[in-house]
């Protein structure tokens, strides 16, 4: 990941988790809370792949482990975000551009549903049987439709703010190119063959002007014949 990559994921992290923390966890809605922090993770990892939305994952996780009031293991949800970070990434098209809005939708209801079932699984295996008692179920419901309404509002921004740095040619990793740089890579390949083919021809003709003008000074160039009028010249 380049620096621009990591300082723009960190910032969008830090901004959701505080969101997260701050207001969506004091709203008191039955079932789940939205989760700000896996609709970043989703549309960072539309945009970047599915190596940098591990990456991203892992990081917004442990943070949100870390973050009071959690009161579950530290890396559990590190863990589950690392995964969805990598599947949703895997999901990135070959040019990184979208035509639809239904690969981020469809991506942002399958991360709510896999994050609940998986942040349910390794709770049990860890021994935290809070999902039972809760209801798994209405959590995976409630997960995937409030993720879902939030989704809009969201994901589209952080993919446009995410392509500004796959975009820029400053990255060095050949993604703006892939981004919409081949017109510029056409013209600079174009404007290079018309260079190479155009310095011989100008060698030629700067060696032309220098012959005819030596020879005019040395006085070798044939003067033209007079013509006289009634004879053919032959």
Known sequence: MRLNRILLSAVLVMVALVVQVSVFARLHLPGAVPDLLLLVVVGLGL??????????????????????????????YALVLCLIGYLVGLARPDNGQLRSATVPMLAVVGAAVASTLLYAGVGSLAGDTAARHVGLTGLVSTAALYDLLLAPFTVPLIMAIARRTVADPLTG??????????????????????????RPKRRSRLGVRTSRMGAQRTGLMPRPAKRIKGVKRL
């Open 47 to 76: 945009v970047y792949g599915h190596t940098a939305g591990a990456l991203i994952g892992f990081g917004a996780g442990l943070l949100a482990d870390i973050a009071p009031p959690a009161d579950h293991a530290t890396g559990r």
């Open 173 to 198: 990793d050949g993604t703006a190119v892939a981004a919409g740089g081949d017109g510029a890579y056409k013209r600079g390949s174009g404007g290079f063959r018309m260079g190479r083919m155009s």
